[in-house]
């Protein structure tokens, strides 16, 4: 016990700490965290962008799939055609954009935080957008409309390869674990987003709108391109004309 005559800087040094809270998870959006190895992203996603390419040339001169892509399309009936079609509109380019602009803005207002907002307008967008670029480079073939059970009318006339609508699907829930992760939401947005994955792979596939290879390939671009797409839109675009706390 301290004497009435100690010092009060002594006295204080003997008080018990006091423990800080900790943070709160998610307090620090992992969007807007820099990536420590941003080179190693860079090389992983422009090796998959060479690679992706490649591959999309090879299927268009041997269309390995042309079978299970029919085989996919006789599923397109009654409600499960109805429902695969409406997907397919839904999540078009024109409501995919205002989509993503909706979503951006609410983070916005519900979290007042538009970086993060912008951060993950940006993402979805530096994902998706290039992908656009290798369909018209590759220009593969859609699936053959007079070789399908159940033909989209009417059909589409662009390339087929890589699927814009499975690329940006993906590029969103990405966009969307980079928000939730570290907190409790996490596994959840990664259960529903694989949901979503899922029906519109499956979808583009049994509209005979795309090959599975397409939808395949599309996955695999979104998941390793859209972290370079981040560091590329967040560490360097937005830290050096928006910078702010992260």
């Known amino acids: 016990m301290p004497t009435l005559g100690a010092p009060a800087n002594n006295r204080m040094d003997r008080m018990p700490s006091v423990k800080h809270a900790a943070p709160t998870p998610g307090a620090h959006s992992h969007i807007l965290r820099a ?5 190693r992203t860079l090389i992983v996603a422009a090796v998959a962008i060479v690679a992706l390419t490649l591959l999309g040339f090879l299927l268009r001169s041997h269309p390995v799939d042309q079978q299970l892509s029919q085989a996919f399309n006789v599923l397109h009936t009654g409600a499960l055609g109805a429902v695969t079609s409406a997907v397919y509109v839904v999540i078009g380019p024109g409501p995919a954009i205002v989509g993503t602009a909706l979503v951006a803005v609410a983070i916005g207002f519900v979290g007042r935080h538009w970086r993060r907002a912008a951060a993950f307008a940006g993402v979805v967008a530096l994902t998706w957008v290039p992908s656009d670029l290798v369909k018209i480079l590759v220009d593969r073939p859609r699936p053959d409309a ?26 969103l829930v990405i966009a969307a674990l980079y928000l939730l992760a570290g907190t409790r939401w996490f ?13 519109v792979v499956l979808s583009v596939v049994i509209d005979g709108l795309h090959y599975p290879t397409d939808a395949v390939a599309s996955v695999a671009w979104a998941l390793l391109v859209a972290p370079a797409a981040r560091v590329v839109w967040v560490d360097w675009i937005l830290a050096r004309f928006w910078p702010g706390r992260r």
């Not at 159940?150 to 609508?165: I, Q």
Request: glycine share 6%.
């Open 35 to 39: 990536d420590p190895h941003p080179r």
């Open 146 to 171: 007079q070789a399908l059970a159940h033909p989209t009318v009417p059909a589409a006339v662009d390339a087929s390869y890589p699927s814009g609508h499975t690329v940006f699907i993906v590029a």
């Open 187 to 199: 596994r959840v947005g990664v259960i529903v987003g694989a949901l979503f994955v899922a029906v």
